[in-house]
């Protein structure tokens, strides 16, 4: 390779781990790296207004995606979004209220249900796609870009409850109950999932991540319907429009369904949380397809002794094979800075 291609062209060590090939230092990002536990993402936050703003405004949602690149020099940037504005865009009602979360106008019944499948309007993500187009141009050549979206069945649990809950009950009961109408939102967000992904690419992300936050709590049989074979139809959905498009799946608390997961889901890397047994990931899945995690946030909070400990954990687990450094969940807005630099420092052996 030539000079000028070297430059032109330049290695992001976290899409060479996406290709299989394991790095000498892991790359690392954070899921959540944007957000209040930096100063920098309050004062962005303030001068935005409400939280929807800041995510509709191309200008401000770089800026936020690209503070923690500068201050910690992270291998990944993911697009400053949430996975919230795809039912948005499917016409729903969606605010956030400070300290409390997500707000949705409900979904109780069939009619509702109706009303939004086969409603998704990409125009109404112009900005998204807008924001994604600033951050490319803006991004350091060796920073992987990341775009996202919820999963299927993680969206569904915010749209049919209209809030978080603690277990997910209303969807897991609409689910059982009306099963062909569930199955209606389902599919209708399998395809705005995929319009939305493939979007983003055309507007110039490298990779994209599929969040499937409450994928967990799910029954086995549950987990296959509405987790495993909604990702499946997305990932062959996405490819058949980006030949080749890179993904990496999240479902959180999978466990050992995670080797399911991987047999129907041919994604480039699993996301893997904390409470998964290190040995089984590494022996099942990190032998089939590249890793991703697994920090338990709280060690951020926790700092000193044990946050080494746990760093060293997840590095002896993964280091001989495909590895991205990350979180097994979002960073906490309490989370103090200085331990997000220990943790940056262990990894990258300085
Ligand atoms: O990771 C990143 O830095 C990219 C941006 C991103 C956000 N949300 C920003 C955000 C991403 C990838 C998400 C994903 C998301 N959003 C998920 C899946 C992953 C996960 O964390 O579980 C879910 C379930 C949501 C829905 C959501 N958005 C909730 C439940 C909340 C409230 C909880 C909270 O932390 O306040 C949000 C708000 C939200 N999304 C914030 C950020 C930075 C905080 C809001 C604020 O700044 O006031």
Redesign the pocket.
């Known amino acids: 390779m030539s000079t000028l291609e070297s430059v032109s062209n330049p290695t992001r060590p976290v899409l060479e781990v996406l290709s299989g090939k394991r790095q000498a230092i892991p790359p690392v990002w954070m899921?959540?790296?944007?957000?209040?536990y930096l100063p920098e993402y309050r004062a962005t936050?303030e001068q935005a207004g409400s939280?929807l703003d800041l995510c509709y405004n191309p200008k401000l949602a770089a800026e936020v995606t690209f503070q923690p690149i500068r201050r910690f020099g992270f291998d990944a940037a993911?697009?400053?979004?949430?996975?919230?504005v795809v039912p948005h865009a499917l016409g729903q009602t969606v605010s956030?209220t400070?300290g409390e979360?997500?707000r949705l106008q409900p979904l109780v019944t069939a009619g509702n249900v109706g009303r939004y499948a086969g409603a998704f309007d990409k125009e109404k993500l112009a900005a998204v796609f807008e924001a994604v187009r600033l951050i490319r141009a803006g991004l350091p050549p060796e920073v992987t870009f990341l775009g996202?979206c919820?999963a299927p069945w993680?969206v569904a649990t915010?749209m049919v409850a209209g809030e978080?809950t603690p277990d997910q009950a209303p969807a897991r009961l609409l689910a059982y109950r009306d099963p062909a109408t569930f199955q209606r939102l389902i599919d209708s967000l399998v395809e705005a999932s995929i319009t939305y992904l493939v979007e983003q690419f055309r507007a110039g992300v490298d990779a994209v991540q599929l969040?499937d936050?409450w994928g967990g709590i799910l029954p086995p049989a549950e987990f296959d319907r509405w987790v495993i074979e909604p990702a499946n139809r997305i990932v062959y959905g996405v490819r058949a429009q980006v030949p080749g498009a890179r993904i990496i799946a999240f479902p959180?608390g999978a466990g050992t369904q995670l080797e399911r997961f991987i047999d129907r889901v041919p994604v480039d890397a699993v996301g893997l949380d904390w409470t998964i047994d290190l040995a089984f990931a590494r022996e099942r899945i990190q032998t089939r397809v590249a890793v991703q995690g697994n920090l338990d946030p709280l060690l951020l909070i926790a700092g000193g002794d044990a946050l080494d400990r746990g760093v060293d954990a997840v590095l002896e687990a993964f280091r001989d094979g495909p590895f991205i450094f990350n979180l097994g969940?979002?960073i906490t807005?309490d989370a103090p800075i200085e331990n997000v630099e220990r943790m940056l420092a262990r990894v990258r052996g300085r």
């Open positions: 899921m959540r790296q944007a957000g209040r936050r939280f993911i697009l400053f979004s949430d996975i919230l956030f400070a979360g997500p996202f919820g993680t915010y978080g969040f936050t959180r969940h979002g807005p």
